[in-house]
């Protein structure tokens, strides 16, 4: 059982897209004061892939998901209603919630230096 968890947790891993052009003070969270710019995105609706690139590329933080789920997140369409810029500390939240009401799960995965948020269908 541990075993299998374990290979899981390496497969989402594997699968993860990374950006090496992120924005490199919002990819470290313990930044005091950055913020991850979002103005790109206010009032525009965008596929949740396309909004998932926008998001890694701002925040650093790296993304997961399935094949099934990329199809989801290509045929969604997202709204970032919120403010232009977020405070690092607050962009998870913020990025959970769109995600949670668009019909996704946010979950971390791996160690917490790696920034991996999994992200799953409801």
Not at 35 to 58: I, N, P, R, W, Y
Request: aromatic share 6%; charged share 15%.
């Amino acid at each position: 059982m541990i075993r299998s968890a374990i290979v899981i947790t390496a497969l989402a891993l594997c699968a993860c897209v990374s950006d090496p052009k992120a924005h490199p003070d919002a990819a470290h969270s313990s930044v005091q004061g950055a913020h991850v710019d979002m103005s790109l995105l206010v009032g525009k609706e965008v596929d949740g892939l396309t909004f998932l690139q926008h998001c890694q590329a701002q925040s650093g933080r790296n993304y997961t998901y399935d094949a099934a789920t990329a199809k989801a997140l290509e045929n969604c369409h997202i709204l970032w209603s919120n403010q232009p810029r977020v405070p690092i500390e607050q962009f998870d939240v913020s990025f959970g919630h769109v995600l949670s009401a668009s019909g996704f799960d946010v979950s971390p995965v791996g160690p917490p230096e790696l920034r991996v948020l999994l992200i799953r269908r409801k």
